[in-house]
């Protein structure tokens, strides 16, 4: 018999001990007093924070002050209630009952086609030293591609050296494949020019955060591990994704985050950029009204839209867990817009509301009155021409992945109660 059953009857029974237990224990007065007060909690401090966020001098520091004070006043008055342990023990079951519910949900992945890697005579490999904090150098990555037939270009010289006139070149010379060890920016960049030409792109994870890499099923603790793929590899024909014509892997971001990363003064002062711009950014006129249109769906004022070249999983708010699959030639669109407090609020019932869209398209188009935007493009910052179109290529890239690697795993499923309940019921008889 399948676990999937157990799974949704533990899930199942953790929940309602959990929703039972302090009705048995405080009475059904004193469960509706527990809720009320732990609900009020967590909506003031929501509440709070985004004060703190929106607003400058003492109402920033007042904000600050609730925000930290309210979880206390109600831990406060649950310990003099004598009623912590029940808190405690009843988040613990609701903990378990989410964990057995997404172990019951789960569906096993259907796997990317993978096809047969054709030999290649002169591979040609672009590295960056000083990306990830030196893993190129670190894992001695250019004498061992070196040793498996791979010419090996260093961006190592004291100016900015063009990646996609470098691909170019070593392709007119006779590369019959093209790799990067470094960033995904410097990723998505080469692996336009392979795209154009039908060559298969080899990644290396000698970046810093390697999400491209993490969504192949590479080994991002081991950026030697991808050079294997040269003698003994696979090919998966993925997505590609491009900003105004750009190639791009990962994701494009919109809004607030660009428009902080894209302030000069962020790269010498993080935290206090960040508290200087988002009161203007998110509730005045700090930043330019954005309007999208993905497909047919119009989203109007966001704060923040990031594109993805497939969607990410839902595991989270935002939807920035991972990618399950890269071929399904598909953007994905999530969209935030939280210009009050109560906006703010409604996020927590992390389902569809006014101020959180999330979808899937084939072409993204963002509009503002400004003739250009800043927009984070796979890490990197850009200030691009209005309107920003953001479409797909399906199959357009040839990825050549060792034939052993560590693979994708599952992103974690939305939990459907209702769903629990038909697998929780008696096996079905066959014929």
Request: glycine letters at 10%.
């Amino acid at each position: 018999m399948s676990a999937h059953p157990w799974f949704a009857r533990a899930a199942l029974l953790c929940a309602l001990v959990a929703a039972v237990l302090p009705i048995a224990v405080a009475g059904l007065r004193g469960a509706v007093l527990l809720l009320a007060v732990g609900a009020g909690g967590v909506v003031l401090t929501v509440a709070a924070l985004y004060w703190a966020l929106t607003r400058r001098g003492v109402l920033r520091a007042a904000a600050v002050g609730v925000a930290v004070a309210a979880p206390i006043v109600v831990v406060v008055v649950f310990v003099r209630g004598h009623l912590l342990w029940v808190v405690l023990l009843a988040a613990g079951l609701a903990v378990l009952a989410l964990l057995a519910a997404r172990a019951a949900l789960r569906r096993p992945r259907s796997p990317v086609l993978e096809h047969l890697a054709p030999d290649v005579e002169h591979p040609f490999l672009i590295m960056n030293p000083r990306s990830g904090g030196g893993k190129v150098v670190a894992f001695d990555l250019p004498r061992r591609a070196a040793e498996l037939g791979a010419e090996v270009a260093l961006l190592d010289g004291p100016e900015p050296i063009d990646v996609v006139a470098l691909a170019r070149a070593a392709v007119a010379r006779g590369a019959d494949l093209l790799g990067v060890a470094g960033g995904d920016g410097t990723q998505a960049l080469v692996a336009g020019v392979a795209a154009e030409h039908g060559l298969p792109f080899l990644v290396i994870s000698a970046g810093t955060r390697n999400h491209f890499a993490m969504d192949l099923g590479l080994d991002r603790a081991d950026p030697a591990a991808g050079l294997t793929a040269l003698t003994d590899g696979v090919e998966l024909r993925v997505d590609l994704a491009r900003i105004n014509g750009r190639p791009f892997v990962n994701n494009a971001s919109f809004g607030v985050y660009a428009e902080i990363v894209e302030d000069p003064a962020y790269r010498d002062d993080k935290t206090r950029t960040v508290l200087a711009r988002l009161p203007d950014l998110l509730t005045g006129p700090g930043s330019a009204l954005l309007i999208a249109h993905a497909d047919e769906t119009r989203i109007v004022a966001p704060q923040a839209i990031l594109v993805s070249n497939n969607p990410y999983g839902s595991g989270d708010l935002a939807g920035l867990s991972r990618r399950e699959r890269l071929d399904r030639g598909v953007l994905g669109v999530a969209a935030v817009a939280v210009a009050s407090t109560g906006a703010a609020i409604r996020l927590l019932r992390r389902t569809r509301t006014d101020g959180l869209t999330r979808l899937d398209a084939t072409t993204v188009t963002v509009d503002t009155a400004a003739p250009r935007i800043p927009v984070g493009v796979d890490g990197e910052s850009l200030l691009l021409d209005t309107p920003v179109r953001c479409t797909i290529e399906p199959g357009a890239l040839r990825v050549r992945v060792p034939a052993n690697r560590p693979g994708v795993r599952s992103a974690a499923p939305t939990v459907d109660w209702v769903r629990l309940l038909q697998l929780a019921g008696p096996a079905r008889a066959t014929d």
